[in-house]
């Protein structure tokens, strides 16, 4: 109810979202610079948790992913031939898993986009051994994002992850290969959680060395076998709370709504770019007019590109509102809504788009008016971070849902 509300009243929109699925897409760019994601799809394990879309590790199917990939980067890398990029990701999964071939797929991004940002990976603790660090330092990996969840045995059975008794010890290596950016995820709203828990957790990412501690609501997906449910509302809203106080006590500043930094560190955000392309199975990308999202199925993925063709992906088409609402939505949770960078984008000045409802949000509260812009109140945080809980439900889990039980839908409306 509330995410139609809201499509209703910023986006001025009555008809459901419509994806279609279609063949060799390419979206338009305008002459800025653009994000690069790619997908590494493979696991050790599956935990019950996660909602991405990734399959069990398999050498032979890993090397017939490696090759699809490579092709897709050389199919569409020519069609942004020296695109400027100001950041690259690698996702999973657990990319890690193919860290010998990093190397080719980071230099056949090279060899067709104008890299300027810096590489990213999202790593496991089991990833973090001085070899794999060394690799990836030399492949020029910058910044990394360990998905810890937890060092609390109670807060990870929930989760279905297992407990890895050298977590720790493990993640104070880190510190000496001198990342740009450390970055220790954190999960709350689990099941045995206490306010004592998450600030233990908090306080040991920052003994660990963390630079960034990304804090996430459990939230559990309808398509997932969680055996265990999420805290209630009023829970993550007091843990939300006294984890901002937390932060701050420990000298971190909130960066978005669920993100907090060093003061003074270099910040990341892999879901909060204007514009940029995905690689890889169920990955997304964003162009001017167009969101699409590649097949959830590794298969399909890779038998495409191996006829050289780029697998099936379903599309949202945009409109001018649509587009604008969708920067406001991710601007908003950076916490910082910047009208020049809206002007580059689409054109046209921030307060021409969205008049009244800026001026709304203001007399709410929900934020507040700076020389360049505008900032998300406490109060403005909170509100999102119930907002986009409410937009995963509605959105994000109809749709990965879907792609998950059925690979290549001929449509999906929402």
């Avoid at 051994?129 to 994002?145: A, D, I, P, Q, R």
Wanted: glycine share 6%; charged share 30%.
């Amino acid at each position: 109810m509330l995410t139609t509300i809201l499509r209703i009243l910023i986006a001025r929109r009555l008809k459901p979202f419509i994806f279609e699925k279609r063949e060799d897409v390419s979206l338009d760019y305008k002459d800025h610079s653009i994000g690069i994601y790619v997908h590494i799809p493979f696991c050790r394990k599956i935990c019950a948790f996660c909602p991405y879309y990734k399959v069990l590790y398999e050498k032979n199917l890993s090397e017939g992913f490696r090759s699809a990939l490579l092709t897709e980067i050389e199919i569409v890398g020519d069609r942004y031939r020296n695109r400027e990029v100001d950041s690259v990701y690698f996702g999973g999964g657990t990319p890690a898993l193919l860290i010998d071939h990093l190397p080719e797929i980071v230099s056949r991004l090279r060899k067709f986009f104008d890299i300027r940002g810096d590489f990213a990976i999202e790593l496991h603790s089991l990833d973090l051994t001085e070899e794999n660090l060394e690799k990836l330092k030399s492949t020029g990996f910058e910044m990394v994002s360990v998905g810890v969840q937890s060092f609390s045995k109670e807060c990870l059975y929930p989760l279905g992850r297992e407990e890895d008794n050298n977590t720790k010890k493990k993640l104070s290596i880190l510190k000496d290969f001198r990342f740009k950016t450390i970055d220790i995820d954190l999960i709350f709203g689990i099941p045995n959680q206490s306010i004592e828990t998450l600030r233990e957790d908090f306080k040991t990412a920052v003994e660990l060395g963390a630079t960034q501690i990304s804090t996430y609501p459990f939230i559990d997906f309808s398509f997932l076998k969680n055996t265990e449910k999420p805290l209630g509302k009023k829970e993550k809203r007091i843990m939300l709370g006294r984890l901002t106080e937390i932060a701050k006590e420990m000298g971190f500043e909130r960066t978005s709504v669920w993100t907090f930094a060093r003061k003074g560190s270099q910040r990341y955000s892999s879901v909060t770019r204007d514009s940029f392309i995905g690689f890889g199975p169920s990955a997304s990308s964003l162009g001017d007019n167009s969101f699409k999202t590649n097949t959830f199925s590794l298969g399909t993925y890779i038998d495409a590109l191996n006829e050289r063709r780029l697998p099936p992906s379903l599309v949202l088409d945009f409109d001018i509102m649509t587009r604008a609402s969708y920067w406001l939505f991710w601007n908003s949770y950076n916490m910082d809504i910047n009208r020049d960078s809206f002007y580059r984008l689409f054109g046209i000045n921030l307060e021409e788009i969205f008049p009244w409802q800026l001026k709304l949000a203001e007399l709410l509260g929900i934020i507040r008016t700076y020389e360049r812009g505008y900032r998300l109140t406490e109060r403005g945080a909170y509100y999102f971070h119930l907002v986009e809980q409410e937009y995963t439900h509605k959105y994000i889990d109809k749709i990965w849902g879907i792609q998950k039980t059925k690979s290549d839908p001929d449509r999906i409306i929402i």
